[in-house]
């Protein structure tokens, strides 16, 4: 045995991966944890995350947080899961490390007996509140919050790690303790203008059709995996495409490391051979592009945030890379407050590749002023200046092209209309004319 796929949760991560990274064991690791304890490769060195580190949705919060001017904050948390208690205690880490930040964690309490925490919401005054829990208590709590008129326009609810359907399909319980149930009805009205977070586990829209590192596409994939649930009588979940990229993550890298073949069991350097073929993994999976970051072992994947409008859950925008990406350019929080999520990324490489461009049209601009002083010296001349007017025209649209695309680079390009139309006047017009223009008069003064 070289790898193991799974256990599926931190808490079973936790114990299962300090032994597979024994010495004398060596055992790689591919499990779909999230738990931010698992990003320390000194304890697990030969660990891997398919699913992402919940760091991603602590970055996310704050980016949140900023851009909404969010300044007194509850926060509930499930405190028996690893996955939810270890995400808040970096989330209460980072906000205290923050300096200059009038942000405040006014309300931090584990989920236990709900009244209590759900009436100190009242007590305090506190609007925006955050809710790191699973999906049966995220449900009650909201049920609950509804019944206590927590729900309202003023109070801003935003939850981690589940979709409007795990809500939808938690609504039919009874509570033991007050006899009351809630419908479904009642579950969409109080999520109405909510906020979930969720890592991204699949594809972007646009990218269904196109051929994984399997050779099929993910809607093929979906229907596969649709009609072999079926047959077997169990539900869809989410992780059937992150167990199919483990197993091909894994099997990628045992193609190929060198000496497999002489591999026997607790062979460290060899497991750490298959380790670090991972740090160098990328392609194209059904769960989205698949890239692992060397330092911790978790997949580099994107968060999705979403809003639901009108009881239907909407993607407003995903966080990647310590930014807000965001796909409609605003998300309007209940009350009333619009915020703009367009960030820079990588402002240094959009001011080079501006001033690069900008120099270029100068020079440009330099050469035809001395092409025309220079019109009748007897070299420009020959190289005919009327038709070389035509071939800095095309030039000039060029650099201007240029210019226009590098003004976008570092806002959100992937599944951005506002990037996406940088990209396709500067590709689909700027260009093809200008090079038309510079070929076209090349080709006229070769052949007149």
Known sequence: VVGVI?????????????????????????????????????????????YGSTVSFVNTTLALMELANWTRVAVFYEEARPYFSTT????????RQMENSTLELAIQTAVSNLHLPLQTIVEEKVRIVYVLAGPDL????????????????????????????????????????????????TMLKAMEKNIIVNFKLTPFEEEFGMQTVAGITYNQFNDMYEKRLQETGYDMN???????????????????????????HGQYNITKLIRECFN??????????????PQTGFADRAVDVHQVINGSDIYSAYFRQLYLRSLKDLLVIKDGTEITIQQRRFRGMSIAFMTTSAVILLVIIICHILTIFYRKHPSVKAASPNITHFAYAGCYLLAIGMLYYASSIG?????????NWHCRISFGLFFPIGLTFIFGSILVRTWR
Not at 19 to 28: F, H, K, M, P, Y
Not at 280 to 293: C, E, H, Y
């Open 238 to 264: 989410i992780w059937g495409t992150l167990a199919y990229d483990a197993v091909w993550s894994l099997a990628l890298c045992l193609n190929s490391t060198e000496h497999l073949s002489d591999y026997c």
């Open 280 to 293: 160098a993994l990328n392609f194209s999976g059904v769960s989205g592009d698949i890239q692992f970051d």
């Open 411 to 419: 806002y959100i390009t992937e599944g951005s209309e506002s990037g």
């Open 138 to 185: 995220s449900s009650k709590i909201m049920c609950m919050a509804h019944d206590m008129s927590l729900t309202n326009p003023n109070q801003q609810w935003v939850f981690f790690g589940r979709g409007l359907s795990d809500f939808k399909r938690r609504v039919s319980f009874v509570y033991k303790s007050t006899n009351y149930t809630c419908s479904e009805e």
């Open 6 to 50: 799974g256990p599926g949760c931190s808490a079973s991560t936790l114990l299962a991966t300090p032994v597979t990274s024994r010495q004398e064991v060596a055992l790689i690791n591919v499990h779909t944890a999230g738990s931010p304890l698992l990003t320390n490769s000194n304890l697990y060195p030969f660990g891997i995350s398919i």
């Open 88 to 95: 808040y205690d970096l989330l209460s880490q980072r906000v």
